[in-house]
């Protein structure tokens, strides 16, 4: 079973899920989506590396895609 969180405000959202890898531990899929001018922006990776703990995994996604907001909010990156 693999775990899956969020998290959202105003207008832009992070969500996770995990993923088990070859090697017993877990790593995760993050999808970010932000509101913009010409409509919605969606943008999915693989968070590279592997946890130890399902628990792990999905925080390190998580705080992952918040700095993936955080530096496309503040324009240190054009995708």
Do not use: Y
């Amino acid at each position: 079973m693999a775990l899956s969180g969020n998290i959202r405000e105003g207008d832009w959202t992070v969500e996770v899920e995990t993923i088990p890898t070859g090697d017993g531990g877990f790593r995760c899929r993050v999808r970010v989506e932000h509101g913009r001018p010409a409509g919605p922006f969606r943008h999915a990776f693989d968070h590279g590396p592997s946890c130890p703990t399902e628990r792990e995994a999905l925080l390190e996604g998580l705080r992952a895609g918040m700095v993936w907001i955080e530096l496309k909010a503040s324009h240190v990156f054009d995708v």
